[in-house]
């Protein structure tokens, strides 16, 4: 079945430096989504992907989606303590279901 | 609108006894997820529920774990006997499926459920 794999699992980064993680699937995705979980939080969307070659930013987050639609990073730039938490990267293929990858724990060093 | 609400935030238990999860989606959405969050598991899918119709239960670990969705207002998630690595927070999310927005999800803020 559909599989997302992402990487790292964890991250620890001095406050002020990049980040990123990665996201892979098994299969093509129609779309890719992320999400933000705060630690004792729930997971709260950021934003979805469409397009194939697809690039959004949000502020200091870019976010990318692969030319054949089976990959997806996302990236962080000066990293501050409130971007503590776990980033989901989460894909749906051809049916309604979304399968969620396991998630890049990202801690900030102050 | 007030999101999506679970009850209860967290629940203590003892082996062998029935847990019952609610969610309540939020107006409007047609499509309802639960899901399981351990730390070694991650994010897992149990079922997801189109016009409160069952789609696809694959996710449900075994015979013990039921879901029902009554009306499009409401959801249960029921374990029976629990058992002690039921342990985990079980989060219910909703969205509603558009040309735009494919199945966002909104998540509740999940029951932390502990078996004893």
């Known amino acids: 079945g559909q599989q997302v794999m992402q990487i790292p699992q964890y991250q620890h980064v001095q406050e002020g430096e990049d980040f990123t993680t990665y996201c892979n699937s098994s299969?093509?995705?129609?779309?890719i989504q992320w999400y933000k979980q705060r630690p004792g939080g729930h997971p709260v969307f950021l934003i979805q992907l469409v397009k194939s070659g697809e690039v959004k930013k949000q502020k200091r987050l870019t976010f990318q989606f692969g030319e054949a639609k089976k990959n997806s990073s996302l990236h962080i730039t000066a990293t501050q303590t409130t971007d503590v938490g776990t980033y989901f990267c989460?894909?749906?293929?051809?049916?309604?279901?979304?399968?969620f990858g396991k998630g890049t724990r990202l801690h900030i060093l102050p | 609108d007030a999101g999506v609400i679970q009850s209860p935030r967290h629940e203590v238990t003892e082996m062998g006894q029935e847990v019952t999860l609610r969610c309540k989606p939020i107006?409007?959405?047609?499509?309802l997820f639960w899901y399981r969050q351990t730390m070694m598991r991650g994010l897992e899918l149990l079922i997801y529920?189109?016009?409160?119709?069952?789609?696809?239960d694959s996710g449900m670990p075994e015979d013990r774990f039921s879901a029902k969705m009554p009306n499009a207002s409401f959801s249960t998630l029921k374990i029976q006997p629990s058992e002690p690595r039921d342990s985990a927070v079980y989060f219910c999310a909703s969205s509603h499926r558009t040309v735009l927005a494919k199945n966002i999800q909104y998540f509740g803020a999940g029951t932390r459920l502990s078996v004893l």
């Open positions: 107006s409007g959405h047609d499509y």
């Open positions: 299969t093509t995705l129609s779309n």
């Open positions: 529920f189109n016009n409160n119709v069952p789609i696809d």
């Open positions: 989460a894909g749906q293929g051809r049916d309604d279901k979304i399968i």
